[in-house]
């Protein structure tokens, strides 16, 4: 499995950051991370967007998908074969969001560490394709600022800060339930949602900031692509199927 991981993303990922390097004047591996994390999400842009859709109906459904769990309460079989029916009419397919977002995670993981690598500054030509030449300058300063090897407080506290805003935007908080404990999904929920607005945001500063300032840039270049995609997402109406067919 390893072996299978290293064949056909990490390296692959490895060999679009040294393209960049090589044709970025300069040689700025700064520029190269968020380039490569750019052409990277942009491949996997079609995932991202249904796994973003799912998510987005499943939450402007709750009002009907919570009328048909109290109608039904007492029917479980009814229950299921109504909640589908919705799904259905919607064009759902709750699984499809999980299956999308299983995908992404490896290759996701491939960016973490092909950026978090003791080869980023130091090319390791046995690695390159045929058609890859490696780079004749390397800058490790992005921008001429930052190392990308080195650890900036600044770059970490503004991916921790994006990536905030990308949970506030993107994750909003069901509401508090009249009656706390009475409906322990919806408290899960709520107890998810906040942990993940709060907890979320400085994992990830920390991450960035005792790794390097290549993590970080790649934190940062994730949460704006995760924020404009929100945006698309949540431009485009959400209607039953056989309507927009129409």
Same mark, same amino acid.
């Given at each position: 499995m390893?072996?299978l991981?290293h064949?056909?993303?990490?390296?692959?990922?490895?060999?679009l950051?040294i393209f /960049?390097?090589?044709?970025?004047?300069?040689?700025?591996?700064g520029?190269?991370? @968020?380039?490569?994390?750019?052409? =990277?999400?942009?491949?996997i842009?079609p995932?991202?967007?249904?796994?973003?859709?799912?998510?987005?109906v499943?939450?402007l #459904?709750?009002?009907?998908? &919570?009328?048909i +769990?109290v109608?039904?309460k007492?029917?479980p079989?009814? &229950?299921a074969?109504?909640? /589908?029916?919705?799904?259905?009419?919607?064009?759902?397919?709750?699984?499809?969001?999980?299956?999308?977002?299983?995908l992404?995670?490896?290759?996701? #993981?491939?960016?973490?560490?092909?950026?978090n690598?003791?080869?980023?500054?130091?090319i390791d030509?046995?690695? #390159?394709?045929?058609?890859?030449?490696?780079?004749?300058?390397?800058t490790?300063?992005f921008?001429?600022?930052?190392?990308?090897?080195?650890?900036? @407080?600044?770059?970490?506290?503004?991916?921790?800060?994006?990536q905030?805003?990308?949970?506030?935007?993107?994750v909003? %908080?069901p509401?508090?339930?009249? &009656?706390?404990?009475?409906?322990?999904s919806?408290?899960?929920?709520?107890?998810?949602a906040?942990?993940?607005?709060?907890?979320l945001p400085? @994992?990830?500063?920390?991450?960035?900031?005792y790794?390097?300032?290549? @993590?970080?840039?790649?934190?940062?270049t994730?949460a704006? %692509?995760s924020?404009? +995609?929100?945006?698309?997402?949540?431009?485009?109406? %959400?209607e039953?199927?056989? =309507?927009?067919a129409?």
């Amino acid at each position: 499995m390893a072996s299978l991981f290293h064949t056909f993303i990490y390296v692959p990922i490895y060999n679009l950051l040294i393209f /960049f390097v090589d044709i970025i004047p300069g040689g700025d591996v700064g520029l190269a991370v @968020i380039a490569a994390t750019l052409v =990277v999400r942009l491949i996997i842009m079609p995932l991202s967007f249904a796994q973003l859709r799912t998510g987005r109906v499943m939450r402007l #459904l709750q009002p009907e998908m &919570k009328e048909i +769990q109290v109608k039904y309460k007492d029917d479980p079989e009814r &229950k299921a074969k109504e909640t /589908f029916a919705l799904y259905k009419r919607y064009g759902l397919n709750p699984f499809a969001g999980i299956f999308t977002a299983l995908l992404q995670i490896p290759i996701l #993981l491939g960016l973490y560490f092909v950026f978090n690598s003791h080869t980023l500054l130091t090319i390791d030509t046995a690695m #390159l394709y045929g058609f890859v030449s490696a780079p004749s300058v390397i800058t490790p300063l992005f921008l001429g600022i930052f190392s990308v090897a080195g650890t900036s @407080i600044f770059l970490a506290a503004l991916a921790a800060l994006l990536q905030g805003a990308q949970i506030w935007y993107a994750v909003p %908080v069901p509401p508090k339930p009249e &009656k706390p404990g009475t409906d322990l999904s919806a408290d899960f929920a709520r107890s998810m949602a906040l942990n993940m607005r709060f907890l979320l945001p400085v @994992i990830i500063g920390v991450a960035a900031f005792y790794t390097s300032n290549a @993590i970080a840039l790649y934190f940062i270049t994730t949460a704006l %692509v995760s924020i404009v +995609q929100e945006f698309v997402v949540r431009k485009q109406k %959400v209607e039953p199927v056989e =309507v927009a067919a129409a």
